[in-house]
């Protein structure tokens, strides 16, 4: 459940062995307002102050603020809980795997439901060679190499086609390709006017600062 982080009294507890907190506000204030029942696109200044406020009040247990770094924070056992992406959390567990000190990582999707993201590969209107950036998506697009990706970072991918070529772990693991029923809980985010992405900056900056 969320509440292992949103929740102060169980974020005091957890704190003695480490909270590593995602360092974006595109993703954590989302999720918040899910967890707090509102929605997650939600840009009114009441809401917005409702996340303020679970925020700051677990800000003393967070230990560290990261975005790239949860794998090297949750391998070694340095944090015992992480908001992070899927793929990396599941790479911090096969990293500690294969050191062999008895950490074992293990990702888990909250119940109340967790934000679906995608990456997109995109060609700037005034790139200087388009011609060589489509050569190159067209080649990270074919089966055999999107597999050979999915394989390495245990992320999923949009080419169906792939899928015999990936490992059969990594496709049978729900956190990495979801059920059906999955779907359900989870949940995407849309942009947010200026406006309301000025007001959530200035609020993320608040909350990391502590004040």
């Given at each position: ?201 200035r609020m993320w900056a608040r ?5």
């Amino acid at each position: 459940s969320w509440d292992l982080l949103f929740k102060r009294e169980h974020a005091s507890r957890i704190a003695r062995c480490g909270i590593t907190m995602m360092d974006s506000a595109i993703d954590v204030i989302p999720t918040v307002l899910r967890h707090l029942g509102l929605d997650p696109n939600s840009t009114a200044e009441a809401d917005l102050r409702k996340v303020e406020q679970s925020l700051m009040a677990i800000r003393p247990h967070i230990r560290t603020f990261s975005t790239g770094g949860a794998i090297e924070q949750l391998a070694p056992g340095q944090a015992c809980l992480a908001f992070a992406y899927s793929g990396d959390a599941i790479q911090a567990a096969g990293r500690a795997k294969e050191a062999g000190q008895g950490v074992e990582v293990k990702y888990i999707a909250p119940k109340e439901g967790a934000q679906l993201w995608f990456d997109v590969l995109a060609i700037p209107k005034d790139a200087p060679n388009p011609e060589a950036a489509h050569r190159f998506i067209n080649f990270v697009l074919q089966p055999d190499v999107m597999a050979a990706i999915t394989n390495h970072v245990a992320y999923p991918n949009a080419v169906p086609a792939s899928k015999p070529m990936i490992e059969p772990d990594i496709l049978a693991d729900r956190n990495v390709y979801p059920a059906e029923e999955d779907f359900a809980r989870f949940f995407t985010v849309s942009a947010v006017p200026q406006a309301a992405e000025r007001a959530r900056s200035r609020m993320w900056a608040r909350f990391k600062a502590g004040r």
